[in-house]
């Protein structure tokens, strides 16, 4: 199995910045890629973004241009680094692995489970 704890949230205003960080610890062997997700009050959690093994990225259409992913470490530690922030990102952001880059590219999230999460407040 593995575990992930995200960390880095906060509270900021529009067009700030804040780095997500998020660590992978157990079984990160069987991980291929790792995407990060959001979930706004009252609303669906939504992919955000995705990172292979290899070094690929994929960006939610919402967020390109402003947020980048990275990997170090292997597959264990991920980051979000997000710019120009606004109020409609406020959400609760999540790390999660797949087991493909494909399954994450069809955003398949039944492998591994959710973190706790980080709380992203934008304030206007």
């Known amino acids: 199995q593995v575990q992930l704890v995200e960390s880095g949230g906060g509270l900021v205003q529009a067009g700030g910045s804040l780095t997500l960080s998020c660590v992978a610890s157990?079984?990160?062997?069987?991980?291929?890629?790792m995407g990060w997700y959001r979930q706004a009050p009252g609303k669906q959690r939504e992919y955000v973004a995705g990172?292979?093994?290899?070094?690929?990225?994929n960006y939610a259409a919402s967020v390109k241009g402003r947020f980048t992913i990275s990997m170090v470490n292997g597959k264990n530690t991920v980051y979000l680094q997000m710019n120009s922030l606004q109020p409609e990102d406020t959400a609760v952001y999540y790390c999660?692995?797949?087991?493909?880059?494909?399954?994450?590219?069809?955003?398949?999230?039944?492998?591994?489970?959710w973190g706790q999460g980080t709380q992203v407040t934008v304030s206007s």
């Open positions: 999660k692995p797949s087991r493909t880059w494909g399954a994450l590219l069809r955003r398949e999230t039944d492998f591994g489970s």
């Open positions: 157990g079984s990160t062997f069987s991980i291929d890629a």
């Open positions: 990172i292979s093994s290899g070094g690929y990225t």
